[in-house]
């Protein structure tokens, strides 16, 4: 009988195996703006990865929860493995390193939409020179491309894994908006977990702390005005969240009070906009999905503040968490 296995036995009746529980960590990686926080919220049926059109936007190991009958998928969504210019790119980078030497399958995410180019080979040699892990090749957004080019990408893909010493154990192509397949992925990363227990409450989705997702919608909302300005140099930190106290049981308030860093004063009146227009359609973007993630009303009070050069400065990251 396989381990962990169980048959129950009745007089003139043999109940067939019960398949064992399985339950493990999976990450995604890939260059930058590949689509892993997309494909991560699709597998997951909630929003816990905060999305952008611009690269880099994912800045720690986000972890979603997918609970399925017979099995717990515990996915880590990582920052875009890249060459780095900055302290911070350097961080985010060990970031990505260190996940996948601890997981226990790592798929992959290579965009359809763009050639296979030296980020990706970098990423896959990197990959190669000492990880034993499962590993898979995601290629997504592939509802964006016709069906020779998708042919044509995935023989691409193949040959970057015998290129780079990388033995892909499956090549799947994924689409998050149209679900292309996304339940195919979520089957063969489930299959190479371990048998085990729940590792996470049933019904988790995530096991980011409230004040960390909070202040990601809020720099996710930044982000959307100013992405061609300053893109990585924005950072939220949440100072206070409470209930208000004075609020009936039937009628609570969240109040939320959070800072959004920039790196130079000039970047702060690109936030804040002429006559705080800008920073007042943050809040009111921000405030919308801060309330439907936490199902409550919500008072958020925004401030913009300068962190000079934050990305390079060691000790400025690490007061904004890094």
């Not at 690269?55 to 017979?70: E, L």
């Not at 998050?176 to 996470?200: C, H, I, M, Q, S």
């Not at 919308?288 to 993630?293: F, M, N, S, V």
Request: charged share 25%.
């Amino acid at each position: 009988m396989a381990r962990g296995a169980t048959r129950q036995v009745r007089i003139g009746t043999v109940v067939p195996d019960t398949p064992p529980f399985r339950s493990g960590f999976a990450c995604f990686v890939g260059r930058p703006n590949v689509g892993k926080s997309t494909l991560t919220n699709a597998l997951v049926g909630s929003k816990v990865a905060i999305t952008s059109a611009r690269p880099q936007t994912t800045r720690h190991a986000v972890r979603g929860i997918v609970n399925r009958p017979g099995s717990q998928l515990i996915l880590v969504d990582t920052p875009g493995l890249h060459r780095p210019r900055t302290l911070l790119g350097e961080r985010l980078n060990d970031i990505v390193r260190t996940t996948w030497a601890e997981v226990d399958v790592v798929a992959v995410c290579l965009a359809a939409t763009d050639p296979v180019g030296p980020g990706d080979r970098f990423l896959v040699w990197e990959l190669g020179k000492g990880v034993k892990t499962p590993t898979i090749a995601v290629v997504t957004k592939a509802d964006l491309v016709t069906a020779d080019q998708l042919a044509t990408y995935l023989t691409s893909v193949a040959a970057l894994g015998d290129t780079s010493g990388v033995e892909w154990e499956e090549i799947v192509p994924v689409s998050a908006v149209d679900g292309l397949n996304v339940d195919v992925l979520a089957d063969l990363l489930t299959r190479r977990l371990p048998e085990g227990p729940l590792l996470f409450p049933d019904g988790d989705l995530t096991d980011e702390p409230e004040a960390v997702l909070v202040a990601e919608l809020v720099r996710e909302a930044a982000l959307e005005g100013v992405r061609d300005e300053l893109p990585h140099s924005l950072a939220v930190v949440v100072e206070e969240m409470s209930r208000r106290e004075d609020r009936p049981e039937d009628k609570p308030l969240l109040d939320v009070h959070a800072i959004v860093y920039v790196e130079r004063p000039s970047q702060k009146g690109i936030v804040i906009g002429k006559g705080g227009a800008r920073l007042k359609q943050v809040g009111s973007a921000a405030r919308a999905q801060i309330e439907a993630l936490l199902g409550t009303p919500v008072y958020l009070e925004l401030r913009v503040k300068v962190a000079k050069d934050w990305q390079r400065d060691p000790r400025q990251l690490r007061r904004l968490g890094f």
